[in-house]
């Protein structure tokens, strides 16, 4: 009897506390797209689709109503031996259902943000991002965090330019017919990375017109990045 009344309790406990204290975070798998390579392909030909998907990312950051793959990013991440980011621009439709790109992506979700991360469990190696907002109409501003293994962690603010642009390509025909004379348009969404700085710390982010500010409170530390002059830069 005592025991079943102890549960009972703990339930009880549960319901209604959980109403004044809930969960700080929540998380899970992200659904694969359901769009195969040929589909993608097929849309990248769309000149409005590919216009319609490039409004989505400065929107919401999601492509096909999917949190781009953390892997996309981590292909420009900076090696820590080396000075300056090699790779600075990557095409986003070229992500989706790739295997160049593959990868479980997690989210966790907490009061503030929502943090895609891609894991390598055989290397014991992590990479994740966080959206913050959108400045200057064309530009994104993305968080990332990256751990190679080791106790380094590194937290980098990266700020995305999002734009449609035509590349040339093969008919799909061609290589069935084995003529190759008619060069056709594809579209694409890249994402050209316009500023890549390093941060002493992550906290809580706010983006207030061309500023952002980082406070961290348990440290007693607050930095505010005044993102205007990048943007003059880019002028």
């Given at each position: 009897m005592y025991k079943i009344l102890k549960k009972v309790l703990i339930v009880l406990v549960s319901v209604v506390?959980?109403?004044?204290?809930?969960?700080?975070?929540?998380?899970?798998?992200v659904n694969p797209h359901y769009l195969s390579r040929q589909d993608i392909l097929e849309k990248s030909c769309d000149k409005e689709s590919v216009e319609s998907l490039k409004n989505e990312v400065l929107e919401k950051f999601t492509l096909m109503d999917r949190p781009i793959t953390p892997a996309a990013f981590k292909s420009m991440e900076q090696w820590i031996s080396d000075l300056i980011p090699g790779v600075i621009t990557i095409d986003l439709l070229a992500t989706i259902n790739s295997n160049q790109f593959f990868g479980e992506v997690t989210f966790e979700k907490n009061e503030e943000l929502t943090w895609y991360a891609l894991k390598n469990e055989k290397e014991n190696s992590s990479f994740e991002y966080a959206f913050i907002g959108k400045i200057d109409n064309d530009k994104c501003v993305v968080v990332t965090r990256s751990n190679g293994g080791g106790s380094l962690t590194t937290c980098t603010l990266v700020i995305l330019k999002i734009e449609r642009d035509t590349t040339w390509d093969w008919d799909k025909s061609a290589y069935e017919k084995q003529v190759f004379d008619n060069p056709v348009p594809r579209y694409r969404v890249l994402a050209k990375q316009i500023a890549y700085l390093h941060l002493p710390f992550v906290g809580d982010f706010e983006l207030k017109e061309n500023a952002l500010t980082i406070k961290r409170d348990d440290l007693g530390k607050s930095m505010t990045i005044n993102l205007s002059k990048i943007m003059q830069g880019q002028n």
């Open positions: 506390f959980g109403n004044f204290f809930p969960a700080q975070s929540t998380h899970g798998k």
